[in-house]
């Protein structure tokens, strides 16, 4: 019988090509099989070749080094605002049509390094932002996927390849990955390379993965973080995941207000559950205007960085988009300035009311994912984080009306190992129980 292929997380399939049990090959055609079988109801890819993904798979085959590659014959979607050589990047726009990049984003070339077979680019909503893509959710196919990286968390989820690229500038990581059930990192703003990555709102732009394992995020943030200079030989991430910790702060953060009640509930009931190593935190008043403070520079970004979208064809542009653009062309400099002074203050302060605790735990989102198409969901719940350049991470741990809810882990700048030990410690007490 031949292997389950599409089972196999990432460092199961890297493990199994590096010793040749496996081709690279072999395992790229199982799955295409995948792809193929599933994608006319996913919807989740914006471009994929079946020939030149085998064509990569075949000269990774022939490589004499293939054991010293950590992600050795490992399949990746890229999501299509990263930038592939090789592959059209449209970013999600018509505007965009036939765009040929001349070179890999930083993080694409780390993964090719690395070993990473690229599967092909993933659907984007329209140049990141609100507007709903064409992308189903692998749980159930009437719901929204989220977005804006809706593509890659459905391809993760749906098992056409088990690692994803996304990108996150308000919640598009971890808001998809809670609705797809899968696990999804929003590192420290800088921990990844962004070079390559269209530009929505730099000053909170962040690459990000996806993937159905704590370990292969871990690998992943193994590869990545090279790419910045800050890993340092201390940083290791594979290992962290192996270690678990366990002192938590149940935190509802401002945008408790937006989310429905039987989040609530499932969340207060988790947080009950976990005993004295959990404490609920409360967060001083400060922290409620930095939603307000987001806003003002992802707009105000938007504004600048769009507007050669904006002069080229705004009558083609989503009403959503073309509002945020306007939104942002209004914004006073002397707001935006303050924004962007008030982020370091803020940040500072939450480092030091978290310093007792290993992780924040936190809604994802308001909820499990919406029904229909109307929306890609309220991404509320990750807006805190992004904007102080924190650290986070879903854990596909609930489970609400039937369709997944995460759990979203925060932690500390930089300190991805400290949250992948505190996410260990919960993945050992849930296989424990």
Not at 31 to 43: F, H, K, M, T, Y
Not at 48 to 57: I, K, T
Not at 216 to 235: H, N, R, S, Y
Not at 390 to 416: C, K, S
Request: charged content about 20%; proline content about 7%; glycine content about 8%.
């Amino acid at each position: 019988m031949a292997p389950d292929f599409h089972e196999l997380d990432a460092l199961g399939a890297a493990a199994s090509i590096k010793t040749r049990r496996i081709a690279a090959s072999a395992y790229t055609r199982g799955l295409i099989s995948r792809i193929e079988a599933v994608e006319p109801d996913i919807q989740a890819w914006q471009y994929f070749d079946a020939g030149y993904a085998l064509d990569q798979a075949q000269r990774l085959d022939a490589r004499p080094d293939l054991s010293q590659l950590p992600l050795a014959g490992v399949a990746i979607g890229v999501k299509d605002i990263i930038d592939t050589a090789d592959m059209p990047t449209e970013n999600g726009t018509e505007l965009d049509a036939g765009r040929r990049p001349q070179a890999d984003a930083a993080a694409v070339r780390l993964l090719r390094e690395a070993g990473a077979i690229v599967m092909g680019k993933t659907v984007t909503t329209e140049l990141a932002f609100m507007h709903p893509s064409k992308t189903r959710n692998p749980r159930n196919l009437a719901y929204s996927p989220g977005g804006s990286s809706s593509g890659s968390a459905a391809a993760v989820a749906a098992g056409m390849v088990p690692v994803a690229l996304g990108t996150q500038t308000n919640g598009s990581v971890i808001r998809p990955a809670s609705f797809c059930g899968i696990y999804g990192l929003k590192p420290t703003y800088g921990l990844f390379p962004r070079a390559g990555v269209l530009e929505e709102a730099p000053t909170l732009d962040t690459v990000g993965v996806f993937a159905r394992t704590l370990g292969d995020i871990a690998a992943v943030t193994q590869v990545l973080a090279k790419g910045t200079g800050k890993q340092g030989a201390v940083c290791e991430y594979l290992r962290a995941a192996r270690e678990p910790a366990a002192r938590f702060a149940f935190v509802k953060t401002p945008a408790w207000g937006f989310a429905e009640e039987p989040a609530k509930s499932a969340l207060e009931a988790f947080a009950k559950a976990l005993g004295p190593g959990c404490e609920t935190l409360d967060l001083p008043p400060e922290f409620d205007r930095a939603i307000g403070l987001h806003r003002t520079i992802m707009l105000t970004e938007m504004a600048l960085n769009y507007a050669r979208y904006y002069e080229m064809g705004k009558d083609r542009l989503s009403t959503a988009v073309r509002e945020a653009i306007e939104a942002g062309r209004a914004i006073l400099s002397v707001d935006y300035a303050e924004a962007l002074r008030e982020r370091e203050p803020l940040y500072k302060r939450f480092a030091a009311l978290i310093e007792p605790f290993d992780a924040i735990v936190t809604l994802p989102a308001t909820g499990p994912a919406p029904a229909g198409f109307e929306t890609t969901g309220n991404p509320v719940f990750c807006t805190l984080w992004t904007y102080l350049g924190a650290p986070a991470l879903n854990l596909p741990l609930l489970e609400v009306n039937g369709m997944p809810l995460g759990i979203q882990l925060v932690g500390r700048r930089f300190d991805e190992e400290r949250l992948f030990r505190a996410a260990a410690w919960l993945l050992s007490r849930g296989a424990a129980d």
